[in-house]
């Protein structure tokens, strides 16, 4: 099975919108001559999404858009909150759903990730479902048993259409921000375990459709090695995505 590798950057609470065409830009100049090869994406913050996405359209480019969060409802009373259908009508193409940054400072539960999960499939969009484990969790070697429990309750009630358009990404919580990284083989080791969770619930050729990344102080220097291995289709990148020259070269170890 041919997976297209996919190189998505979580610009966090980084960008304003002014910012973040800059970036976008200064990206495309780096990034143009391979773009039919590996799928790029930024997800900036929900001020930035109707700048970048009218770059993209005007300037013509072939990078996804994709946001950081989304709601459940289609509209109601929900201060602060965004809908679904309206990231789709900003011509997002992703949405990064149950962030560990979610879970911890936000509240975010499997079931919460669930509920969106399925919202964002339903108004034509992709979810990129994060899961990952604490230290203590893989001190107590209960990192693979604990990721499946949230790929389970995560990835819940979908169709098996859906599960194998359903990008995962494995993100170790002691790995985001630190410069600790998983071995390459490691990682691979947790992807696999959500590839057949995936194949479980839903059938393999749902789990050999799926796209697994790996996320966690991705860097131009380590990314190549988590790209070779053979259940890692690409990563979710956070600082190195903040500039163009190292998400370019990420983006560039993905070819
Ligand atoms: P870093 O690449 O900065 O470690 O962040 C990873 C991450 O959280 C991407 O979602």
């Given amino acids: 099975m041919d ?15 002014g ?22 994406v930024v997800c900036p913050p929900f001020t930035g999404l109707k700048a970048a996405s009218t770059v993209i359209e005007i300037d013509r480019l072939t990078i996804g858009l994709g946001a950081q969060d989304v709601h459940w ?8 909150a965004i809908a679904p259908r309206m990231l789709a009508e900003l011509r997002c193409d992703y949405v990064i759903i149950g962030h560990s940054e979610r879970r911890e400072y936000f509240g975010e539960t499997d079931e919460t990730v669930n509920r969106k ?10 979810p ?8 203590d969790t893989r001190e107590n070697m209960e990192t693979e048993s604990f990721v499946r429990g949230q790929v389970v309750s995560g990835a819940a009630d979908l169709s098996a259409e859906q599960a194998a358009r359903l990008v ?36 393999p050729p749902a789990a050999m459709s799926c796209r697994i990344l790996y996320g966690g ?38 070819l």
């Fill in 168 to 203: 995962i990404a494995y993100e170790p919580i002691w790995a985001i921000g630190t410069g600790r990284t998983p071995t390459p083989e490691a990682a691979n080791d947790v992807c696999r375990t959500i590839r057949a969770t995936i194949g479980a619930m839903y059938g």
């Fill in 3 to 17: 997976r297209r590798m996919l190189i998505a950057g979580n610009w966090k609470m980084y960008t304003t919108s």
């Fill in 117 to 126: 999960v399925k919202a964002t499939f339903a108004a034509g969009m992709t």
């Fill in 73 to 80: 409802e289609d509209e109601g009373a929900f201060t602060g």
């Fill in 19 to 40: 910012e973040g065409v800059i970036l976008i830009q200064d990206l495309t100049e780096l990034v143009r001559d391979h773009w039919d090869s590996v799928e790029v």
């Fill in 128 to 135: 990129i479902m994060c899961c990952g484990e604490t230290l």
């Fill in 217 to 254: 102080s991705v860097k131009p220097e380590n990314a190549k090695m988590f790209f070779a291995e053979p259940d890692i289709d690409g990563a979710l990148v956070g600082g190195a995505a903040l500039k163009a020259d190292s998400f370019a070269d990420v983006v560039k170890a993905a």
